[in-house]
């Protein structure tokens, strides 16, 4: 009997099938080893010795690849033909030697870059070692992200609190989101005008043209910035006489793109599917896999890490062949076409991500795929046979038009293009991010010397726009074109910058939060070469090249800790004065942000006389006086979110203070105020000695400008009572708290939801909610409409596992044990062996113990009350300013 071990259970069911009864085939589910998450788990001291562990959900997996290959006649590994794979590989024979399961039993190595019948077979007639610069190459790249997350992170957490981590890459990716962010808010819009003469030919056939030149000197977009020339130019034009100067046509080619590489595919998915990296990766790892077609599991596309564009000839052959049957001659080059690849060093498997066999069209598969499958499979489909299709002919035609007013010659300019011959558009146009597309207009038939009839002149305003912010397409072709990660990292680095509130994604844009922003400036003032994006670029490629056999991986260790270390030990010494003042300058454009008013933005706008400067709280950074205590004026890094405009909150010269009305009852002003935590609604002043006055914050979701008196009134009238306790005829109270609002029965707490109204809330939801959790049930409302994302059935248990949103994170769950996900791990990423893996490791944990306060619970049965801490202070609710402000932090 042979072993075979493959990562993932799906492989090993696929490949199974393929080879009989004279092997067993094992899955190792993933990396089975990795570096304790403490210290001292790389010794720089020691030569950067590495203590690998085994994982604790693999030990079982590990145990039964041991028992198979005692007696065995031979192991062969067959993981992933790329660096991570050849990693798995090395650390399965590793952990079999630590056990002493090998002794003398042979192993080898094999790598297919597609799982169907013939390529598995043909992998094992072609067997080899495993290759050592490989496994240097992955483990010089995971001590370099070991020791920058370990050793930079606690500086964060000492020097900026509300910081969660850095990382080697990870830091990188941020600064480009926040670069942009800056870049952004430093910009300033330019005026400019556009003058189209809308014309036609004596046949009657209209078209546009633009004002290009006047009086013999060229006229380009911004040169017309001013309105009063606008309109000179605009009057001129109205008198002039237009005749053709000249026609010309020259014939163009588009070319196809190159068929797609990990990437190139996650772009393309983004545009045209909507779908975010992680599910691009989550559904393309499925189809490598393997998928059920009439009786038969085959792996319908090739592997999907790579950054390879080259095709096998046997698939250009079978591409061209369909191309023949599919579109005819006419769309067949007369040679094959060859794909450069511009990457300085294609690491990762080389062949490009193609379809296994070309003739699966995607409508025959559709009926056997899950649609967001069929949707990818066709894109892969369509983008590998269009880049062996014919070029696109098109014409592009410039004409160029003299317009004539007494001595003065303005000169205007219309451009068209036609397509002459479809070729590869006929199957595929890639998209594109923010280019605007090129002129596709047809001009009329038009002769050099014609007489030309004005229609319309139009004098248009413009003004300049700044850069747009990264999508998640847009962010990772940045990357890779400053050679910044590699195709297996993309998808987890963006995950990460989400998971970790560095950056949020709004209308499909990466939007970077003050607490990334932070960071960078940081990282950019200390650490200035870590973030660097030629520092990250070139030590990618010295991984290449420890890949390559080129240099030695500890050399290049060496070299990184040296400085890095030398970095780390300066800013132990560095005061917090100094840190916040390097903040300060750098975000200048971001926290102080120009006055309506052009007072100075970093004046206090409370005292007059006092300079607004960063201050480090307990719950990070905001916005403070420098004559603080006699000065108490606050504000968040942005006000009302980021607003350049938020500074002028307030009334009648009351900065970060607004007057809503008078309350009817006492007479005192209910007013909206700017606080840490943001925006708040206050009752009354403060008085020197005494009580505080009465607070309140805003529901989540409910912008300042919402408020009026009615609305605030009741809001300041919280907690109130909605309901009477069925059992115990006590009250039931609904409020807003720290963790947002709630309802309250005695001693017990229960959140809100997202879609309940704290002013709108009737008796029984209120009831339900807390006998729910009184009893230990979980009510949600929602639940009905939103049961998670099904993931398939454990085959072990034939129990269907789905992924949820909890309280603490998303979470798997199979109805009756439920594992969260770990941080490293994303909701839309994770797959079904990987669920079922955290499950087993779950249930062989046994009953979860009670976190601690803070802490993250090893398994969720999904959203979970306030902490205790928070339920015992009712009445801080109603008097605390931080109570008041602070942002929920409950689901």
């Known amino acids: 009997m042979k072993v075979l071990v493959v990562e993932s259970p799906a492989k090993a069911k696929t490949i199974n099938k393929y080879l009989g009864r004279d092997y067993e085939v094992l899955a190792s ?354 983008r590998t046979v269009a880049s062996q299709m014919e070029s696109a002919e098109l014409e592009r035609t410039t004409v160029d038009i003299a317009a004539k007013v007494g001595p003065r010659l303005l000169d205007l300019r219309a451009t068209g293009q036609v397509v002459k011959f479809d070729g590869f558009l006929t199957l595929y146009q890639e998209g594109k991010d923010d280019e605007a597309d090129e002129d596709q207009g047809r001009l009329p038939p038009i002769t050099a010397g014609d007489p030309l009839e004005r229609r319309r002149i139009a004098a248009t305003q413009h003004f300049t726009e700044p850069p747009p912010r990264y999508s998640e397409a847009s962010l990772v072709k940045r990357m890779e074109e400053l050679g910044i990660g590699r195709p297996s990292t993309y998808a987890s680095i963006l995950a990460v910058l989400r998971e970790r509130e560095y950056v949020r994604l709004e209308k499909k844009r990466l939007v970077a939060e003050d607490k990334g922003l932070l960071v960078i400036a940081f990282l950019e003032s200390f650490f200035k070469k870590l973030v660097e994006y030629d520092f990250t670029a070139d030590l990618e490629e010295q991984l290449d090249r420890i890949s390559n056999s080129e240099i030695d991986w500890k050399q290049v260790l060496r070299s990184f800790w040296r400085e890095f270390s030398a970095a780390v030990g300066e800013t132990k010494e560095l005061r917090t004065t100094e840190i916040l003042d390097a903040l300060n300058d750098l975000l200048a454009p971001h926290i102080f942000p120009p006055r309506a008013d052009g007072a100075e933005p970093r004046s206090c706008p409370s005292c007059g006389n006092g300079q607004l400067s960063l201050r480090l709280g307990k719950f990070g950074a905001f916005i403070g006086c420098s004559n603080y205590p006699e000065c108490r004026y606050t504000r968040q890094l942005m006000a009302s979110g980021g607003d350049a405009d938020a500074e002028s909150f307030g009334d009648e010269g009351t900065p970060g203070v607004k007057l809503v009305g008078e309350d009817p009852e006492t007479g005192l002003p209910v007013t909206l105020r700017e606080g840490r935590f943001g925006v708040f609604l206050q009752l009354g002043e403060a008085a020197e000695k005494g009580d505080k006055p009465k607070r309140s914050s805003l529901p989540p979701g409910v912008p300042p400008d919402a408020i009026d008196l009615e609305r605030a009134l009741r809001l300041l009238a919280l907690p109130r009572p909605v309901a009477t306790h069925p059992e115990s005829g006590q009250p039931i109270l609904v409020g807003i708290g720290r963790y947002g609002p709630y309802v309250q029965h005695g001693k017990t707490f229960a959140n809100l939801e997202k879609d309940d109204d704290v002013l709108a809330i009737g008796a029984n939801r209120a009831i339900d909610l807390i006998v729910a959790r009184e009893s230990g049930a979980v009510f949600r409302r929602g639940a009905a409409r939103d049961p998670g994302r099904q993931l398939g059935e454990d085959p072990s248990t034939s129990k269907t596992v789905v992924v949820k949103a909890g309280r603490f994170g998303p979470y798997v769950t199979d109805g009756e044990v439920n594992a969260t996900l770990p941080r490293t791990m994303s909701a839309d990423a994770v797959t079904l062996d990987e669920a079922i893996a955290l499950l087993n490791a779950r249930r062989a944990a046994g009953p979860s113990k009670k976190p601690r306060r803070g802490g993250r619970p090893a398994a969720s049965k999904g959203p979970k009350p306030a902490t205790k801490s928070a339920m015992k202070k009712p009445a801080a609710r109603k008097t605390s300013a931080k109570s008041g402000a602070k942002k929920s932090k409950s689901a």
């Open 29 to 382: 589910f993933g990396h089975i080893r990795d570096l304790p998450a403490k210290d001292g788990s790389v010794d720089p001291e020691a030569d950067f010795r590495m203590l690998w562990q085994i994982d604790g959900r693999s030990t079982k997996h590990v145990s039964e690849i041991a028992k198979a290959v005692r007696g065995a006649e031979k192991l062969i590994l067959a993981t992933d033909p790329d660096r991570e794979g050849e990693a798995i590989s090395w650390h399965v024979i590793e952990a079999l030697k630590e056990k002493r399961a090998l002794k003398d039993t042979p192993f080898e190595r094999v790598t297919f870059n597609a799982i169907t019948k013939d390529a598995v077979q043909s992998a094992l007639r072609k067997p080899r070692a495993i290759d050592q610069a490989l496994v240097d190459a992955y483990m010089a790249r995971r001590a370099l992200d070991y020791l920058v997350g370990f050793t930079l992170s606690p500086v964060l957490w000492r020097k900026l609190p509300g910081a969660r981590s850095a990382g080697r890459v990870q830091s990188v990716a941020l600064r480009l989101v926040c670069d942009r962010e800056l870049e952004i808010e430093k910009f300033v819009p330019r005026e400019y005008w556009s003058l189209v003469a809308t014309l036609a030919t004596k046949e009657g056939a209209v078209f546009e043209a633009r004002l290009v030149g006047a009086d013999g000197r060229k006229i380009q977009r911004l040169d017309i910035g001013a309105g009063e020339e606008a309109e000179a130019f605009r009057r001129d034009l109205e008198l002039a006489t237009f005749t053709v100067a000249s026609v010309e046509a020259k014939p163009a080619k588009r070319h196809p793109s190159p068929p797609f590489t990990t990437s190139t595919l996650q772009q393309e998915a983004s545009r045209k599917l909507g779908l975010a990296p992680a599910q691009t990766m989550r559904i393309a790892q499925r189809l490598y896999e393997g998928v059920d077609i009439g009786g038969e599991t085959v792996g319908l596309i090739t592997y999907m890490r790579t950054d390879g564009i080259d095709m096998a000839p046997e698939a250009i052959a079978a591409a061209r062949r369909v191309i023949g049957k599919e579109y005819g001659e006419r769309y067949l080059p007369g040679v094959p076409r060859k794909y450069q690849n511009k990457a300085k060093n294609a690491q990762e498997a080389h062949e490009c991500i193609r379809p296994t066999d070309m003739g699966r069209l995607p409508a025959q598969l559709r009926k056997h795929l899950e649609p967001e499958q069929a949707k990818l499979y066709e894109l892969i489909w369509i």
